[in-house]
């Protein structure tokens, strides 16, 4: 994939909601992958996932679960009972397009 | 397991100083590494990335330069800071370079004054 939007720079939620977090691509290959990561408060990210773009089966772990819709070039992210160790940045990327990540989207969760 | 570590995590220099920042992994053999830098905005921009030993690929021409004197081993540095040199720091190591996922280092702060 060549580009990714997350056009949501802040969400604010309160503990236990859910809230998804939205990611919109543009690429001109068949064969593409997607990630995730985690940028919380003390800086280092975490990868969180990778997605090829031949599986559009959605993946859950834990709380987080992803959507891939390769139909409306959408990879959103989904945190199901938000909780205050989730306040963090997450950034949606794509892998190529000089591997440069975009601004993310900030989320805090309040108690 | 693979680990990576960057320092010094905090850094304040002044205008016209050189700089040093290192980065090192450990428990993998080849990897492509990277320095990203994250401005106040938040986003992260690739800086450099190497698929080898001497083998530097540049993305933003600057005054910072990159080098890899050894496989594990990612030294980004400049001759003068300059003040839009601050920000967040952060190596990276892949085992594939486009298509597999990035693990970063802890970062390193720098503040130019």
């Known amino acids: 994939a060549q580009k990714v939007t997350q056009a949501q720079t802040e969400i604010s939620v309160v503990e236990k909601e859910d809230v998804t977090l939205d990611c919109v691509y543009e690429?001109?290959?068949?064969?593409?992958?997607l990630f995730w990561y985690k940028q919380p408060p003390s800086g280092e990210l975490v990868f969180l996932i990778r997605r090829n773009s031949f599986d559009e089966q959605n993946e859950i772990s834990g709380r987080y679960s992803w959507n891939f819709q390769k139909s409306t070039s959408s990879f959103n992210f989904t945190i199901t009972a938000s909780q205050v160790v989730d306040s963090a940045v997450y950034f949606c990327?794509?892998?190529?397009?000089?591997?440069?990540f975009g601004k993310g989207t900030m989320l805090l969760v309040s108690p | 397991s693979q680990t990576i570590h960057q320092w010094p995590a905090t850094l304040v220099q002044p205008v016209g100083s050189p700089l040093s920042l290192e980065c090192t992994v450990e428990?993998?053999?080849?990897?492509?590494l990277y320095w990203y830098r994250q401005a106040a905005g938040r986003g992260l921009q690739l800086l450099f990335y190497s698929i080898g030993i001497d083998q530097i690929s540049s993305e933003v021409p600057q005054n910072l330069s990159a080098s890899r004197p050894q496989d594990r081993q990612f030294i980004l540095s400049s001759k003068k800071l300059l003040l839009s040199d601050s920000g967040f720091y952060l190596c990276?190591?892949?085992?594939?370079?486009?298509?597999?996922?990035?693990?970063f280092g802890e970062g390193s702060r720098l503040t130019v004054l």
């Open positions: 990276a190591w892949s085992v594939q370079l486009y298509t597999g996922e990035l693990f």
């Open positions: 428990g993998t053999s080849n990897p492509n």
């Open positions: 990327a794509p892998d190529r397009s000089a591997l440069t």
């Open positions: 690429t001109r290959d068949t064969t593409y992958y």
